[in-house]
């Protein structure tokens, strides 16, 4: 997210359709693998963790990575 909006701010004034439909794009398949990885790594959790371990660790991950975005929208210029 953060180097997508370095990538809207150097081509501000010049940023076309298609630069926009591949920045939402890319966003989409950064998500997909961040998502997937989760899964991934969720049966290991469950193999070595009790559930509720499990369930209070994505907790805190979903925690941490809504500050995240949170930090990193703030610094998001607004799409012309």
Same mark, same amino acid.
């Given at each position: 997210?953060?180097?997508?909006? *370095?990538? !809207? +701010?150097? %081509? !501000? $004034? *010049?940023?076309?359709?298609?630069?926009?439909?591949?920045?939402?794009? +890319? &966003?989409?398949?950064? %998500?997909? /693998?961040? #998502?997937? #990885?989760? *899964?991934?790594? #969720?049966?290991?959790?469950? $193999?070595?963790?009790? %559930?509720?371990k499990?369930?209070? &660790? &994505?907790?805190?991950?979903?925690? #941490?990575?809504?500050?995240?975005? !949170?930090e /990193?929208?703030?610094?998001?210029?607004?799409? %012309?």
């Open positions: 997210l953060i180097t997508m909006n *370095q990538i !809207y +701010e150097r %081509e !501000y $004034g *010049q940023f076309t359709d298609e630069r926009a439909r591949w920045l939402v794009d +890319e &966003y989409l398949s950064i %998500e997909t /693998a961040r #998502l997937k #990885l989760r *899964q991934d790594f #969720l049966p290991r959790f469950r $193999g070595v963790l009790p %559930e509720k499990v369930t209070a &660790y &994505y907790q805190l991950e979903n925690k #941490l990575y809504a500050l995240f975005m !949170y /990193a929208a703030m610094k998001v210029v607004p799409i %012309e």
